[in-house]
């Protein structure tokens, strides 16, 4: 990708805005052409911030932000679709006090969101409700069959966060998530409640045949409760870790 180095940071977004880094308007899947890169701007400094409703980001690579590479804050109704952030500071996409923001995707939207220091996906706060992460590689290299992971886990749900769900019941729902440092899904806190984890692959490749351990498949922590995990017709593979699901004392499933 052609990459742009930053020498400070980005303006936070405050108007509706669609951000595509490709040579086409029509939906653009593969290896993004545009590299956004952090490595020269200051401690603590994010990457793309959106703090209005109705943005998009399409076809764009962020990496070696200090802090999260792509954040999400105080908004609703965003797109994410063919993104990668790797080796960021503290997560790959963040969706902060936000709803309804979709991640990925079932027609080759992909995104890619592995080797940050923290998590691939954090979702935080009680007005993060309805988001989804659809189709994508949490931990493994485009293709998922091969490690790359996260320090810490692959996507983190936290105080109070409500409603949203990771994968679903079509094939082309499933998230890739292996290989991470920590739990392959961890939600976590009183009142993080009522999300699902619907027809992924946790600890192992895109075939659903090779090993690929985070700690622990799913783990549940500090009160949270209620989370569905796996369906019918949206069932999970979960498998070579050290617990398939973990769910702590004070914590319900």
């Known amino acids: 990708p052609t990459r742009i180095a930053l020498t400070g940071a980005l303006p ?6 669609t951000v595509n880094g490709t040579n086409t308007t029509t939906l653009f899947r593969g290896t993004p052409y545009i590299e956004i890169n952090g490595a020269g701007v200051g401690a603590g400094t994010y990457g793309l911030r959106m703090a209005t409703n109705d943005c998009q980001v399409n076809g764009l ?3 070696e932000f200090p802090q999260n590479a792509l954040q999400y804050y105080f908004t609703a109704n965003g797109m994410i679709r063919n993104v990668e952030a790797i080796s960021n500071g503290a997560a790959g996409i963040q969706v902060y006090d936000s709803a309804n923001v979709q991640i990925g995707g079932t027609n080759g939207e992909a995104c890619l969101l592995s080797a ?3 998590y691939g996906l954090h979702v ?3 007005r993060s409700t309805n988001n989804i992460l659809l189709g994508s590689w949490i931990g493994v290299r ?4 091969q490690s790359w992971g996260n320090a810490q886990s692959g996507v983190i749900i936290e105080d109070q966060a409500r409603f949203n769900r990771i994968g679903g019941t079509n094939l082309l729902n499933r998230n890739i998530i292996a290989a991470n440092g920590g739990p392959g899904i ?5 009142g993080t409640t009522n999300n699902r984890v619907l027809g992924n692959y946790l600890g192992v490749d895109a075939t659903g045949t090779n090993p690929l351990r985070n700690t622990y498949g799913v ?3 500090n009160g949270a409760g209620y989370t569905e995990i796996g369906a019918p017709t949206g069932g999970n593979v979960i498998a070579a870790h050290y617990s398939a699901i973990l769910i702590d004392t004070g914590s319900v499933g």
Do not use: C, E, H, K
């Open 12 to 17: 936070v977004v405050t108007a509706p805005l």
């Open 61 to 63: 690579r962020f990496t």
């Open 116 to 118: 940050n220091s923290q």
């Open 124 to 126: 935080y706060g009680s």
């Open 142 to 145: 485009r293709g998922g069959t």
């Open 186 to 190: 961890l939600l976590q806190d009183g």
């Open 219 to 221: 783990q549940i922590q």
